[in-house]
C-alpha cells in the first residue's frame, strides 16, 4: 500500500506509517534541518527511511498530487501545530504557518482510501471550536472547496449547511470521508512521555470501513500498582530503598487499587534511558547524539521530567529549547538537560536514528515530532481495516 508523507518533520509519524506496512512514495518537508535528518538516515540505510524517496524541500503549497489519484492508499502528515500550540501566539487560521488547507487539498486531489493527520491538543481549546469544526467538514467534504473571495467562516458555514441538507452526507455521492477525532495521550500506548495529540482519521466513505481508535495498553494505575503495591518496577531497576520515591497523591490514589490492573504499566524515563550511560561519562560518546548539554536549572515552573514517571511533553520552543519540559530530574532533586539521544527515546526513535544540527535544532525537530510508536499503533489498525477491506471485495 502506498502512502504520501506531508509535514514530515524529522519523520516520527513516517516512520510509524512504513512500520504498518504502507510505502511512501512522496515526501513533503520545507525545513531544511528536517530533510537533512532524513537524507542522513536514507543514506545510513537505516531502517524505515531507507526505503523512502527523498524528500521534497520545499513549500507544500507548490506540490502538485493529482498524479497520485487512485494509486494512493494512505495520506499522512502533521500540519504545522504553532497556530495552536499551548507554546505559541494561537493565531489559528490567521497564521501563515496554518497548513491545514494544503492538508484539505492533497486528500482532494489524491483521493486516498484514508488519511491520518495530527496535531497538538491546543486545538481542541475552546477558542478554535469553530476552526477545529471547519478542519473537520473540510477534511469529510474535501472536494467543497472554499471560493477564491470565500474568507474561511463563510466557508464553514457553507460547510454546515450542505452537512445537514445531506443527512452528515448519506445524501451526497461527491468524495467523502468518514471522519474521527480523538485526543491521545502517548503514554497509554507504551511511549515513556506525557505526550497528547489529537488525531484524525478518515476512511473513504465508499468503502464502508466501520472504525475505532485502538484502546489504550498501557496506563497509571498499572505502573502505580508496581511501584506502590508489588514494588516489581523497583525490583526491576535494582533501585535502592532512597530511590524508590512516590509523591503523597500518587501514593494514595495506589491505596485505593484493589486488584492489579488488566493493562500493562506506563513507561517512565528510567525505563526509556536506563541502559544510556551518563552524559558526563567517558562511554558517553560512543552513543550517537548522546553529549551533555550545560546550564539546567530548576525554579518553579521549570521543574523538569521525574526519572520515575513518563517525561512531560518534550517541546520545541519559540526559540531555543524551552528546558522545564527537557530536563530529567533525578531522585535527589538535581536536574539537567535530556540529551538529543535520550530525548529520541522519549519519542521512541531508533538509536540508530541520527538528529542533524546542535542540541537546540535537533530538540526542536524532536519538540515537533510524532512519537513514532504512537503512530505505528494508529497507522497499523488502519492498515488492518484497509487490507480486509481488500480482501473482502476480492
Not at 22 to 43: A, G
Amino acid at each position: 500500500m502506498q502512502a504520501v508523507e506531508l509535514f514530515a518533520g524529522a519523520g516520527g509519524l513516517g516512520m510509524g506509517v512504513s512500520q504498518a506496512g504502507f510505502k511512501p512514495v512522496k515526501i513533503v518537508e520545507w525545513d531544511r534541518w528536517c530533510c537533512d535528518t532524513i537524507n542522513e538516515n536514507r543514506r545510513n540505510k537505516i531502517r524505515p527511511v531507507s526505503a523512502w524517496p527523498e524528500p521534497i524541500h520545499g513549500d507544500v503549497r507548490s506540490v502538485d498530487f493529482s498524479s497520485f489519484e487512485g494509486k494512493v492508499s494512505l495520506v499522512s502528515g502533521g500540519p504545522p501545530c504553532q497556530p495552536f500550540s499551548l507554546g505559541g501566539k494561537h493565531k489559528a487560521h490567521a497564521d501563515k504557518r496554518d497548513m491545514w488547507g494544503e492538508a484539505v487539498r492533497a486528500v482532494r486531489e489524491i483521493k486516498p482510501d484514508a488519511f491520518i493527520f495530527e496535531n497538538v491538543k491546543g486545538l481542541t481549546r475552546a477558542a478554535f471550536a469553530s476552526y477545529k469544526l471547519y478542519i473537520e467538514l473540510q477534511l469529510q467534504y474535501p472536494e467543497i472547496h472554499p471560493a477564491a473571495d470565500e474568507n474561511w467562516d463563510d466557508h464553514l458555514r457553507r460547510l454546515e449547511r450542505h452537512h445537514t441538507k445531506t443527512k452528515g452526507g448519506a445524501n451526497y455521492e461527491g468524495l467523502r470521508y468518514t471522519l474521527l477525532a480523538e485526543v491521545l495521550n502517548a503514554a497509554n500506548y507504551g511511549v515513556p512521555q506525557r505526550r497528547e495529540r489529537i488525531v484524525f482519521v478518515g476512511f473513504r466513505s465508499d468503502l464502508d470501513i466501520e472504525w475505532n481508535f485502538p484502546a489504550p495498553t498501557h496506563s497509571n494505575d498499572a505502573l502505580l500498582w508496581e511501584q506502590c503495591r508489588s514494588n516489581t518496577y523497583w525490583d526491576r531497576h535494582k533501585a535502592s530503598l532512597g530511590e524508590r520515591t512516590v509523591d503523597a497523591r500518587a501514593l494514595s490514589k495506589a491505596q485505593l487499587l484493589r486488584e492489579k490492573p488488566l493493562t500493562k504499566a506506563w513507561r517512565t524515563v528510567r525505563d526509556a534511558i536506563c541502559d544510556l550511560p551518563e552524559p558526563t561519562s567517558a562511554h558517553a560518546s560512543k552513543i550517537l547524539n548522546h553529549r551533555f548539554q550545560a546550564g539546567a536549572k530548576s525554579y518553579p515552573g521549570h521543574t523538569g521530567s521525574p526519572l520515575d514517571e513518563p517525561a512531560k511533553t518534550l517541546k520545541a520552543g519559540v526559540h531555543g529549547v524551552p528546558g522545564g519540559e527537557n530536563m530529567l530530574t533525578r531522585a535527589d532533586g538535581s536536574v539537567r538537560y535530556f540529551t538529543v539521544r535520550e530525548s529520541a527515546r522519549l519519542q521512541t526513535f531508533p538509536d540508530t536514528y541520527e538528529l542533524h544540527g546542535s542540541w537546540s535544532e535537533a530538540m526542536r525537530q524532536l519538540g515537533n515530532a510524532v512519537p513514532v510508536d504512537l503512530a505505528a499503533v494508529v497507522a497499523k489498525d488502519v492498515a488492518k481495516h484497509l487490507k480486509a477491506t481488500t480482501r473482502s471485495n476480492a
